[in-house]
């Protein structure tokens, strides 16, 4: 059996973990919305057609904020669309994913959806199809107080106290030609800056976030980050990445090394937010937004709704090893809380969704399991670690630690996350910090076949359980399954 060593010190902080990169992503795409977390049909319906049974779902997985209404369905929305009567609001046939939509859900509704999950809204602006000015007014009717025209239509529609969204996407994947409303970068570059200009001028003390590159593979990765950044300046707050990813080949041992490819891309951006700072001579810098990362590859090519009403689309089943993956990305991101401020998993319900529904029913994906684990203990200083033990050469990713961890300091008590990424090998680890660990406070492990999944049928075969194989004498030992996660908060003396 290999022996792993993990060691931390309390002196060699990164930074304080941010809450907000335990995030989700509601998109009008498929059944996320429709049938998904609104359904005035469902028994499980509230007044407001908002369903309690994937409100309680989601509330376990304590996400802090929420990314809406797209995705690529923003590039071609026009908010004041969504907003009013609802039998006023006009039926329309969006091109993103080729859906009717009928506008019944809109900001007022997933505002009271997040007031009632206890989440922070986080809107995307339409700079696709949609003008710099159309964002503004949306500022206002969402934040300012009444006595002018958007926010009185806001108090005539109900709410007559500002709804307070503190952080706003200058569009979506504007770097991609499957966008609508794609554009070179000094083109959207000029697009966002006029946009942030008059959205902050309407409310000071919101936050924009960027449209980075698309993803590490696209030909605009890094140059169109530089270009925009420099272009945006101080109207940039964050600038954004996304990243999906998959064991496209079935090779579970280079899958489960991603997480190289994990950090790269988020060191690559985080060096280039740097430059552009120190060469605008800037006294701050765009700080990272990871606002869509997810395991998708499946249900991609399944050719858009076809003109229907909430159709079935990316509807993704997630087996152990892409919740390992999931775990992986959230490590990643406690491991530079130096730089990642704010991340969102893409999506939350049916569509890449950690839950899911069929009518009445619903059940929790192997990931759901995951991101639970690792945001119950969200609080902290995240720890640099040494890890001594053995390692493995992936294919596509380079070299890897048979373990792969994030840990967080969070007063007298340590978080440690560990995934044993070995497929058929018993790792014995021995966590190591330089004050004595006093006791385990909890713990738990998911573990179970590595393409195992949970359906309707078996809604708990991969799911956590208590982990009681710890043994603390000044450091804890124990011996972790081949492709695990252990979630464990240490008291330390």
């Known amino acids: 059996m290999a022996r792993t060593t993990l060691v931390l010190h309390t002196r060699f902080p990164i930074g304080e973990v941010s809450p907000l990169i335990f995030g989700g992503f509601l998109e009008h795409l498929g059944r996320s919305i429709y049938t998904g977390v609104y359904d005035p049909d469902s028994a499980h319906a ?7 049974d994937v409100i309680e779902a989601l509330r376990e997985l304590e996400m802090t904020i929420v990314r809406y209404p797209g995705g690529n369905f923003v590039s071609g929305y026009h908010w004041r669309d969504g907003v009013g009567p609802k039998e006023s609001r006009p039926t329309v046939r969006e091109l993103a994913w080729q859906s009717i939509e009928p506008n019944t859900f809109g900001t007022d509704e997933f505002v009271k959806l997040c007031r009632q999950v206890g989440w922070q809204p986080m809107i995307a602006v339409n700079l696709g199809t ?44 504007m770097d991609g030609p499957w966008q609508l409303g794609h554009v070179p970068a000094d083109q959207y570059a000029i697009r966002a800056q006029q946009a942030a200009k008059m959205m902050k001028d309407c409310d000071a003390s919101i936050a924009t976030v960027a449209c980075g590159s698309s993803g590490s593979q696209m030909p605009t990765f890094l140059e169109w980050d530089r270009q925009v950044l420099e272009h945006l300046g101080d109207l940039a707050d964050y600038v954004s990445l996304h990243r999906y990813v998959g064991n496209r080949d079935g090779n579970s041992a280079d899958y489960l090394a991603i997480s190289n490819s994990i950090d790269k891309q988020i060191e690559a951006v985080d060096a280039c937010t740097r430059l552009v700072a120190e060469q605008r001579r800037a006294s701050g810098r765009a700080w990272l937004c990871f606002d869509e990362w997810n395991v998708w590859y499946r249900a991609r090519g399944q050719g858009g709704g ?15 090893e892409d919740a390992l993956v999931v775990a992986m990305f959230l490590m990643s991101f406690i491991r530079h809380a130096d730089c990642v401020k ?4 893409a999506q939350l319900v049916n569509v890449i969704g950690p839950v899911m529904t069929r009518g009445d029913e619903l059940f929790k994906q192997t990931i759901f399991h995951a991101f639970r684990m690792i945001s119950r203990r969200k609080t902290g200083v995240s720890l640099r670690g040494a890890v001594l033990g053995p390692r493995y050469t992936s294919e596509r990713y380079g070299e890897v630690a048979c373990l792969d961890h994030a840990a967080m300091l969070d007063g007298d008590r340590a978080h440690v996350f560990a995934v044993n990424r070995s497929l058929d090998e018993d790792m014995r680890l021995s ?3 330089d004050r004595p660990i006093a006791k385990v406070v909890d713990a738990e492990i998911l573990h179970a076949e590595l393409r195992s999944e949970n359906d309707f049928d078996a809604p708990d075969r991969v799911s956590p359980a208590p982990f009681d194989g710890w043994v603390v004498q000044g450091s804890a030992e124990a011996v972790l399954p081949p492709h695990s996660l252990t979630a464990t908060t240490f008291a330390l003396k």
């Open 431 to 433: 966590v190591e910090l």
């Open 130 to 173: 949609g003008s710099p000015e159309e964002a503004r007014d949306w500022v206002e009717y969402c934040n300012a107080p009444i006595g002018t025209r958007y926010a009185d239509e806001r108090a005539t529609n109900g709410s007559a106290e500002p709804f307070g969204v503190p952080i706003w996407c200058l569009g979506n994947e």
């Open 342 to 345: 704010i991340a969102n998993l």
């Open 306 to 320: 076809r003109g229907t009403f909430a159709p079935p689309l990316l509807e993704e089943r997630y087996n152990l």
């Open 46 to 52: 509230d007044g407001d057609g908002l369903r309690q």
